[in-house]
């Protein structure tokens, strides 16, 4: 990797896109440090409960959010909006149609998610601002003053949310790789120095035995890392075999090809559907007031569902693999592809055209879903067993985050090879 980052620098044009893509991260980093007025970022911080959606954002974000900065809703409200759309296209006609219109189908796709983007992070931000006055984290919440500091803290949090759409747009457009996932990327890398002082800081105030743990951290995360690359490339290749055909004096096909299926295609989507659900029951408490330490039946729902819990992993992991079924479902089709493959006289050896086909792919994808869904689940609540075995909490670098920066890095030198390739090939005049 760092091969491809030296090779890609010694190229003019690159080391510009290169250049103009840490840009934009600087402009992203530094708007999470401007302070939207009105707001008490010591009251925000009492609301960060272990478990709550409110935490879960704040890794996302790099701290935007408990900080109370511009960019506190961050790239989640494109992120929200995007799962919105891919779960639509599947309901309604003209969202399908759209997708399979093309690059142009694309276009249109994209201005959509972009509008209920907004919409969200208007919502958002208004239920944002209600939960902060509740708890009082707004300097004024009576009278006219009351009103300008809501107008404000609004209108600030959606802009700032339409602004990391736009630099997301122009590293897409002028930079290197995927603007969204590159904002997502810095804001997850961002917490790394925090995480290694609360670590640190964890360790030296425990036990001499406590000190074990620090190179046996730093060797789980190399591990996880090697694991996450080797299960993010991993795919089971079905052969296919294309028949000969005679069109004039020329012969097309008879050629060998596969039909990739990557272990991790769902990528980090089921994580956050049960991330945002497993949630749900500590945000709501939070609203009423109601904790872990708390007595009588919400008490015991609220311990229930906190990560100290066993049964919060248990049900943690089977919600990441029934996700990642129904992802993967929306996405892949196997009967579409055993029609295509008909079309253009491919089949899979062994299997006749049709039905034997579609079953035969239904067959190994439901396997390999349950291999990736399996490795998810694995990612995601090993944090959660670490922290119960060691008593070491708050690491923001957890299995999730870890997924995120390894395929957002993956994606990122591949887009760079490609580039170089396609600036080293040669043309047929030369």
Same mark, same amino acid.
């Given at each position: ?22 840009? +934009? @991260?600087?402009? !992203?980093?530094? &708007? *999470? ?6 707001? /008490? ?111 404000? +803290? @609004?209108?600030? !949090?959606?802009? &700032? *949310? ?6 997301? /747009? ?75 055909r005679v069109v004039g004096r020329k012969m097309y096909g008879g050629q060998s090809n596969h039909i990739p299926i990557k272990v991790a295609m769902a990528g980090v989507m089921p994580i956050i559907f049960a991330s945002s659900i497993m949630a749900l029951p500590g945000t709501i408490g939070m609203f009423f007031g ?141």
């Amino acid at each position: 990797m760092f091969q491809v980052f030296r090779n890609a620098w010694a190229d003019i044009n690159l080391r510009k896109k290169l250049l103009f893509t840490l840009l +934009i @991260v600087v402009i !992203f980093r530094l &708007g *999470a440090q401007m302070f939207v007025p009105f707001i /008490d970022p010591a009251g925000i911080k009492d609301l960060m409960g272990e478990g709550t959606i409110l935490n879960y954002l704040d890794v996302m974000t790099g701290g935007a959010m408990s900080n109370g900065t511009l960019f506190a809703m961050s790239i989640t409200p494109y992120i929200n909006a995007s799962i919105i759309i891919q779960l639509l296209a599947v309901a309604i006609p003209a969202l399908e149609r759209l997708r399979k219109e093309g690059e142009e189908g694309r276009k249109k796709l994209t201005v959509i998610t972009k509008i209920v983007s907004l919409a969200i992070a208007l919502f958002q931000s208004i239920a944002y601002y209600f939960m902060l006055r509740n708890n009082n984290a707004v300097r004024y919440t009576e009278g006219f003053d009351g009103i300008v500091a809501a107008v404000t +803290i @609004v209108a600030c !949090f959606v802009a &700032g *949310a339409s602004l990391i759409i736009w630099l997301g /747009d122009q590293i897409s457009r002028h930079g290197i790789g995927n603007g969204i996932s590159m904002i997502l990327f810095a804001g997850i890398i961002s917490r790394v120095p925090s995480m290694v002082i609360n670590l640190f800081g964890q360790i030296s105030a425990d036990t001499a035995q406590n000190w074990v743990f620090v190179p046996l951290i730093l060797v789980i995360y190399v591990l996880m890392i090697a694991f996450v690359i080797l299960m993010t490339n991993a795919e089971r290749r079905i052969p296919v075999q294309y028949a000969k055909r005679v069109v004039g004096r020329k012969m097309y096909g008879g050629q060998s090809n596969h039909i990739p299926i990557k272990v991790a295609m769902a990528g980090v989507m089921p994580i956050i559907f049960a991330s945002s659900i497993m949630a749900l029951p500590g945000t709501i408490g939070m609203f009423f007031g109601v904790t872990a330490n708390s007595e009588g039946f919400w008490g015991g729902v609220m311990r229930f569902f906190s990560q100290s819990s066993v049964w919060y992993a248990i049900i943690y992991f089977f919600l990441i693999i029934a996700f990642n079924y129904f992802y993967i479902a929306m996405q892949y089709n196997p009967v579409q592809i055993a029609n295509d493959l008909k079309k253009n006289n491919g089949a899979i050896p062994g299997y006749r055209p049709g039905k034997p086909t579609s079953d035969f792919i239904h067959n190994s994808l439901s396997k390999v879903t349950l291999v990736g869904a399996i490795f998810l689940g694995i990612i995601a609540i090993f944090p959660i067993i670490f922290a119960q075995l060691t008593g070491l909490t708050g690491l923001s670098l957890g299995g999730t985050t870890i997924l995120i920066v390894v395929g957002v890095a993956l994606e990122t030198v591949r887009a760079l090879e490609s580039q170089m390739m396609m600036r080293h090939h040669k043309g047929f005049l030369e």
